[in-house]
């Protein structure tokens, strides 16, 4: 699965990956739910390390479509409130 | 897809159909799609140029800053040293701003500087991208027959559209900041041009609207602290630790060393004998 995380790049995940990356998902979307700030920015921070330690950079000169792009890092609840709602980046 | 890999991927995938249905034959296309990501790339490197200059900006501006503030300093010593304590303190309080302002800038232009590394490194990124475009487009064009083709361009251009977006947000994101940081340095250069951080012995005693807004600015432990320090240098001051100015405390002769005080008596009483 090749992810990308916006203003950064793309990272190639094994396909095994999408289910540790889909349950950081659901946890970003029930603290944006709920509306705490504090745990958001946490795991949407883990989301950001969990694809730049598992994934392999994909080289600059490939050319193919991501199957999920991520908010550029520093973004904040208030920037992605409207991914982080329903079935998040990752839809079930 | 929901979220913003949704949103962001129907833009791309508009974006590319509309370009891909522009030309009847692929040669076309892909001829359509090379030039529109040279464009874009002409884009980026006009983008890098925007952050460097207000990058240059900024730095002129710190550095006009950091003159204030010795200058400031300087004045305060002065008026310290000639018994004006209101005017030392008014000369503290413009080097707080002044010093605050300082900080802020420093941050600026790392923030900048952090924009430009990116931005560099992204247009570096499209220009790989770009020139395996380029030789992929001469592959497809020699090798595959219209309708194949069709499916080999929709793929390279969906992986060049993608990067081309993903620039295009940096390059916005950088622009918005240096928008904010433009109208910032305004701000901060109609305050100079206003005389705030200008020659004080041009100022009166009496208090202005500019000194009270900067009272409110600038924090006055700080500014008490400093003028307590710069007293205790100078030898002068209200609160002197060993008590030898005696009668001098807050008064005209506070201003005045100690050393000067004592040989200043002694000929009134000569006379006086």
Not at chain 2, 253 to 265: C, N
């Amino acid at each position: 699965m090749i992810v990308r995380i916006a203003t950064e790049g793309q990272y190639e995940l094994l396909e095994n990956d999408v289910e540790a990356l889909n349950e950081l998902d659901n946890r970003a979307v029930a603290a944006c739910e709920a509306g705490d700030e504090e745990q958001f920015s946490q795991v949407f921070q883990e989301m950001m390390d969990f694809v730049r330690r598992n994934g392999q950079q994909m080289a600059d000169d490939r050319l193919e479509g991501s199957d999920v792009i991520l908010p550029p890092p520093d973004s904040t609840m208030e920037d992605v409130r409207d991914d982080f709602t329903g079935e998040g980046l990752i839809p079930e | 897809m929901p979220g913003l890999s949704g949103r962001m991927s129907v833009v791309i995938k508009a974006k590319i159909s509309k370009l891909l249905d522009r030309a009847e034959d692929p040669g076309e296309t892909l001829e359509y799609s090379y030039q529109k990501q040279i464009e874009l790339l002409q884009n980026v490197k006009k983008g890098i140029a925007d952050v460097v200059t207000s990058k240059k900006r900024l730095q002129i501006q710190e550095e006009s800053i950091r003159q204030q503030v010795v200058k400031l300093d300087t004045q305060a010593r002065q008026a310290l040293a000639a018994g004006q304590e209101d005017l030392a303190r008014t000369a503290l309080e413009r080097k707080n701003v002044a010093q605050n302002e300082l900080q802020s800038l420093d941050g600026q232009i790392a923030d900048l500087q952090k924009q430009q590394e990116q931005l560099t490194d992204s247009e570096q990124k499209l220009k790989t991208k770009i020139e395996q475009f380029r030789s992929k487009k001469e592959v497809i064009k020699a090798q595959y027959s219209a309708a194949e083709a069709q499916v080999r361009i929709s793929e390279a251009a969906t992986g060049v559209g993608e990067e081309m977006a993903d620039v295009g947000l940096a390059m916005q994101r950088a622009l918005d900041k240096t928008e904010n940081m433009k109208a910032r340095a305004q701000a901060v250069g109609e305050l100079e041009a206003a005389g705030t951080f200008d020659d004080l012995t041009q100022l009166g005693s009496g208090e202005d609207d500019i000194d009270r807004q900067l009272k409110q600015l600038s924090s006055s432990t700080e500014v008490d602290a400093e003028l307590e320090k710069m007293k205790a240098e100078l030898g002068t001051g209200s609160s002197p630790p060993a008590g030898e100015l005696g009668a001098g405390a807050g008064g005209d002769s506070g201003a005045r060393q100690a050393g000067d005080a004592a040989p200043a008596s002694e000929p009134s009483q000569g006379s006086a004998q």
